[in-house]
Antibody, heavy 121, light 107 residues
Framework: EVQLLESGGGLVQPGGSLRLSCAAPGFTFSGYAMNWVRQAPGKGLEWVSG????????YYADSVKGRFTISRDNSRNTLYLQMNSLRDEDTAVYYC??????????????WGQGTKVTVSS | DIQMTQSPSSLSASVGDRVTITCRAS??????LAWYQQKPGKVPKLLIYSASTLQSGVPSRFSGSGSGTDFTLTISSLQPEDVATYYCQKYNSAPFTFGPGTKVDIK
């Protein structure tokens, strides 16, 4: 069964850093683009970042550009999101999500359960 | 960047009603449009991709249409389990922006 398992969330002070992980057993991880999506409390979905299957191409939302870094380790079937210079407004549940089709950025067919990040002093 | 809007922001309908949600892109995105359902406290679920292709396992009462800038999600006969917030998303190019969502509940 295809599943995504996020970890690494928690409470961090403004200006701090956190690294999220998303383990992806059950499918040919390297063949699929992956994404991070977040949802602030009571708010809608916000796409954060995406990375191609090889890792060669990355994209970021303007709200996180220069502060967050997406990466992947295809040998470990794991996706990462390094978050630096965290702000109150980064408080959210962070989901990793898999692209539907191989070798392309596409709709997100599989989502993890999410990991909660709280930025507060 | 292309902006995504949805209307209405919320609606209340009776069981069995036909429900239509509209999504509009500020520029043309061909058919690179997906719809997601998020039930309260749950993870988003892909319903439709390529504007009109039903994801495997999704009930046939859900359908999508449109191309370019204007898209619709239709629930042909609203069921109690359809209470959720529905989001559209563009994926023709980054950023892969979501619409603000439409909250659907039962009257």
């Amino acid at each position: 069964e295809v599943q995504l398992l996020e970890s690494g969330g928690g409470l961090v002070q403004p200006g701090g850093s956190l690294r999220l992980s998303c383990a992806a057993p059950g499918f040919t991880f390297s063949g699929y683009a992956m994404n991070w999506v977040r949802q602030a409390p009571g708010k809608g979905l916000e796409w954060v970042s995406g990375i191609s299957g090889s890792g060669a191409t990355t994209y970021y939302a303007d709200s996180v550009k220069g502060r967050f870094t997406i990466s992947r380790d295809n040998s470990r079937n794991t996706l990462y999101l390094q978050m630096n210079s965290l702000r109150d407004e980064d408080t959210a549940v962070y989901y990793c999500a898999k692209s539907l089709l191989r070798y392309s950025f596409d709709a997100f067919d599989i989502w993890g359960q999410g990991t909660k990040v709280t930025v507060s002093s | 960047d292309i902006q995504m809007t949805q209307s209405p922001s919320s609606l209340s309908a009776s069981v069995g009603d036909r429900v239509t949600i509209t999504c509009r892109a500020s520029q043309g995105i061909n058919n690179y449009l997906a719809w997601y359902q998020q039930k309260p406290g749950k993870v988003p679920k892909l319903l439709i991709y390529s504007a009109s292709t039903l994801q495997s396992g999704v009930p046939s009462r859900f359908s999508g249409s449109g191309s370019g800038t204007d898209f619709t999600l239709t629930i042909s006969s609203l069921q109690p389990e359809d209470v959720a917030t529905y989001y559209c998303q563009k994926y023709n190019s980054a950023p892969f922006t979501f619409g603000p969502g439409t909250k659907v509940d039962i009257k």
